[in-house]
């Protein structure tokens, strides 16, 4: 897509969120509860992931999806 992050492998990565966060279940939970408070958006553009305000199923869901783009 044109839109949103390149999630092709994204499991054989060592990082994610522009290399900030080391690819791990930890990093990505905390990350999905709330990821302005982990990668604040960028102010000028809005650009950056906004809080989806996810329930904790909802993330391990994304975190199990994510695991299988490996």
Do not use: C, Y
Request: glycine share 8%; net charge neutral; aromatic share 8%.
């Amino acid at each position: 897509g044109k839109l949103g992050p390149n999630l092709t492998h994204f499991m054989s990565r060592e990082v994610f969120a522009g290399a900030i966060f080391p690819n791990d279940i930890d990093s990505l939970r905390a990350w999905l509860r709330n990821p302005p408070k982990e990668k604040p958006m960028m102010p000028n553009n809005g650009l950056g992931m906004p809080n989806l305000n996810l329930a904790e199923n909802e993330i391990s869901d994304l975190i199990a999806f994510l695991q299988t783009l490996k």
